[in-house]
């Protein structure tokens, strides 16, 4: 192979004498500051700025910073101005809550009589089997006042902690919807023919849920401490002792500090579920319900009613999330 002859005036090129340009990251780090930098840094050290921006630089400044101050004091002014008229409307809907709660219960309790008056009309124009029999069916399905021996399951949230990092409050280990219908669901299981929670009394369309960090049993809020009281036979403290709920709240309670207690009650009173709507109603295919003397209708002498079994009210769907 030949080499190309070089044109008239061309050198030989040196490969020694090849300029490469650097790249941007060799380029980066070799110079850091960009020169825009360096140049005003250079004017400053040799006094090049203008005496005219010297002496009009801290009046602007002084200027600037006094408006930003009567900004802050203006705004100030307006919040503790607005104060007294935030702390009315606020003592108002506190005050317009407590009413309608006292009237909710002045007409909850009234219902409560005109009830317990329509019990009585209903009974003596009933037969004594008929009134007997529908006493059982209400109090098998909640809608009555029952009475018995049975059991208080107590949950209550443990008490606040500090955070050790920020000192703040880290917050306590608070008792979830899902404890309630785990105990609930546990107490039908292990008997329960009744059962309760902070008095409000579960049926076979009962609800626990939650709302934000509220308890709802039925759409009406709950607080702590928690009680879920149920009626039923002897034996149902120790299935209940002995279920996989009771375990579970009891592991929880000793890792959280969260407060868990079971004990047996004497004479036991549950009021009625409020009365639901009724949408369509069948007669049933099997007329005669089983009798149990554990649950006695408060206020008759008539026989206990029948329990729902252990896929009772506290085994309606609830939503996920929120369990342990």
């Known amino acids: 192979m030949t080499t190309p002859p070089r044109r008239d005036g061309e050198k030989e090129r040196d490969p020694s004498n090849r300029v490469y340009a650097p790249d941007f990251l060799t380029e980066l780090f070799r110079n850091p500051l960009d020169p825009g930098y360096g140049d005003a840094a250079a004017r400053r050290a040799t006094g090049s700025i203008s005496r005219v921006r010297q002496v009009l630089g801290r009046p602007v400044s002084l ?18 101005a607005e104060e007294p008229s935030r702390a009315t409307a606020r003592a108002g809907l506190v005050a317009e809550i407590k009413g309608r709660e006292a009237e909710t219960d002045r007409l909850t309790e009234r219902a409560e009589q005109l009830r317990e008056e329509v019990g009585r009309q209903r009974d003596a124009t009933l037969s004594g089997s008929q009134a ?63 059962v309760a929670v902070n008095g409000q009394r579960l049926t076979a369309t009962s609800t626990i849920r939650s709302a934000g960090e509220a308890i709802l049993v039925d759409y009406r809020p709950v607080t702590g401490p928690y009680e879920v009281q149920a009626i039923g036979p002897r034996s149902m403290r120790d299935r209940f002792d002995e279920s996989r709920a009771a375990a579970l709240m009891r592991e929880v309670a000793r890792t959280t500090g969260l407060s868990f207690g079971v004990k047996r009650v004497e004479d036991l009173t549950l009021p009625a579920a409020p009365q639901p709507r009724l949408r369509y109603a069948e007669p ?32 309606s769907s609830s939503p996920s999330g929120g369990g342990r």
């Open 284 to 315: 049933p295919a099997s007329p005669s319900p089983s009798a149990s003397a554990s649950v006695r209708p408060s206020g008759s002498g008539g026989a206990g009613s029948s329990s729902p079994g252990s896929s009772g009210p506290g085994g």
């Open 132 to 194: 007997s029999r529908l006493r059982t069916l209400e109090a098998g399905t909640g809608l009555a006042r029952v009475r018995g021996d049975g059991v208080v399951v107590r949950l209550a949230d443990a008490a606040a902690d500090q955070d050790g990092v920020t000192g703040g409050d880290a917050g306590p280990s608070r008792v979830l919807y899902s404890d309630l219908q785990k105990v609930a669901n546990a107490l039908w299981a292990a008997g329960a023919e009744a």
């Open 63 to 80: 200027v600037v910073l006094a408006l930003i101050g009567f900004l802050f004091a203006v705004a100030y002014r307006e919040t503790m």
